[in-house]
Nanobody, 120 residues
Framework: QVQLVESGGGLVQPGESLRLSCAASGFTFSSYAMNWYRRAPEKARELVAAITSNGRDAIYADSVKGRYTVHRDNAKNTLSLQMNNLQPEDTAVYYC?????????????WGQGTQVTVSS
């Protein structure tokens, strides 16, 4: 079945780095643009980064521009998010998302999320 499984979250100190991964299965990964979202406590969900199906183009939220890099490996069906110089305000649950993938009549598929906590 269609699955997106995130990993790589954890607790880090300000200024440190993390790399999140999202393993995709059950669909033709290379045909779909992918997103990374995050949701911080008591805040709205935020689109962090988006990447085209071929990986050639990406966009970022202003809040992470210059610190985060999204990448995909279509041969390995994997999406990643390299996060550098993390700050406490980056604390959130991070989700990968296939926005245009339709499953059982519902558009958009989400992973279960991975927690990132930045604290000293």
């Amino acid at each position: 079945q269609v699955q997106l499984v995130e990993s790589g979250g954890g607790l880090v100190q300000p200024g440190e780095s993390l790399r999140l991964s999202c393993a995709a299965s059950g669909f033709t990964f290379s045909s779909y643009a992918m997103n990374w979202y995050r949701r911080a406590p008591e805040k709205a969900r935020e689109l962090v980064a988006a990447i085209t199906s071929n990986g050639r183009d990406a966009i970022y939220a202003d809040s992470v521009k210059g610190r985060y890099t999204v990448h995909r490996d279509n041969a390995k069906n994997t999406l990643s998010l390299q996060m550098n110089n993390l700050q406490p305000e980056d604390t959130a649950v991070y989700y990968c998302n296939a926005p245009s993938l339709v499953v059982n009549g519902t558009r958009g598929v989400w992973g279960q999320g991975t927690q990132v906590t930045v604290s000293s």
